[in-house]
């Protein structure tokens, strides 16, 4: 009866997502943003829904800290692993430049590294350095968050100016939020907190059931479940050619979700949510790290080079070293 629940809530997770990231584009036709700004922080927080109400539900209602830790750590990796495994499966049409991120996904991708080193840094302190119970690390990680996206707004207005310059009407900024699309926004934004709420449950009961662990389930199961949004926007920006869309909805939920950690950590009032950490967190921790610098380097200095003349051989890294994470994960639980 587990498995239904958790398997409903799942599909329930997907189909919303699949709706809030339609209603999410024509929020950005609507609006005139642009599509790399879209991707980075419209995409990142909404497909970044169910990573935050499970980790808060984990966190606050299930209390198990290593459930809300894996499920953020995992679906980091997670997220890295559908977009490299999207371009093998995909990507075979727009090969020039399907590795090259924009300005915007390069400085996304930056503060993903920093942040998540930050979070790094946190388990290797075990809650040492803290303020009453919230961990030192975790006021880090919130103010590294709140500069990046300051950076990201900075950023915003030079491509909104070229995209005036290239004709763009100027009026579409001004265009009202259609009642319609707010209520889509709305219902399908509740489906996703309510199903994700079932899935920490549910995710917890087969950690139980099956004695494979709440880190594992965390970093595997609840991880792979709630990255179920992240499918859908990565899938459609990747079909229609948009590689750095892809990749900024990816870095601009990998961001988001560390972010959260330092929320949990605030609701979590036994001790510090890192003092609490298994020691494979940081195993996938740094696993998350290593993927996010291989995609920047790919995005950047990247070659073209294919095994058997048809798979990128960067992609193919990023979902062994996944794929590793996930054997190691589970010989560890």
């Not at 999207?86 to 090969?95: A, N, Y």
């Not at 690390?137 to 968050?145: M, R």
């Not at 965390?218 to 991880?223: E, F, H």
């Amino acid at each position: 009866m587990i498995w239904i629940i958790f398997l409903l809530a799942a599909l329930a997770v997907l189909i919303s997502g699949q709706k809030l990231t339609k209603a999410g584009d024509e929020l950005a036709e609507v609006t005139g943003m642009s599509r790399g700004f879209i991707g980075v922080i419209l995409l990142g927080f909404v497909t970044s829904l169910p990573e935050l109400v499970s980790t808060l539900s984990a966190t606050v209602f299930v209390n198990a800290p290593n459930l809300a830790l894996g499920n953020i750590f995992g679906s980091n990796a997670a997220n890295l692993a559908i977009l490299a495994l999207l371009d093998l499966i995909l990507v075979q049409k727009v090969q020039e430049k399907r590795h090259r991120l924009d300005p915007e996904n390069q400085l996304t991708a930056y503060l993903s590294l920093i942040i998540i080193s930050l979070a790094l840094m946190g388990l290797a302190g075990r809650g040492f350095w803290h303020i009453f119970h919230i961990d030192l690390f975790s006021v880090f990680i919130a103010a590294a968050y709140i500069i990046g996206l300051q950076k990201l707004h900075k950023f915003q207005p030079v491509i909104t100016t070229d995209c005036i310059d290239n004709n763009e009407n100027p009026e579409t900024k001004q265009k009202i939020i259609p009642p319609e699309l707010k209520r889509s926004l709305l219902i399908n934004a509740g489906v996703i907190v309510a199903a994700s709420m079932a899935l920490a449950s549910s995710a917890e009961h087969i950690a139980e059931i099956t004695g494979w662990g709440s880190t594992f389930v965390g970093n595997s199961l609840l991880a792979i479940a709630t990255s179920l949004p992240e499918i859908v926007v990565t899938f459609s920006a990747v079909k229609i050619g948009s590689f750095a869309m892809a990749a900024g909805n990816i870095f601009g939920s990998n961001i988001f979700n560390i972010a959260i950690l330092a929320l949990a950590d605030l609701c979590f009032f036994r001790s510090s949510i890192f003092a609490a950490a298994s020691q494979s967190q940081s195993l996938i921790a740094a696993i998350g790290l290593l993927m996010s610098g291989l995609y920047l380097f790919s995005g950047i200095y990247g070659s073209q080079r294919k095994l058997a003349g048809r798979w990128p051989v960067d992609s193919l890294l990023v979902v062994g070293v996944y794929l590793f994470s996930l054997y190691a994960l589970f010989a560890m639980r």
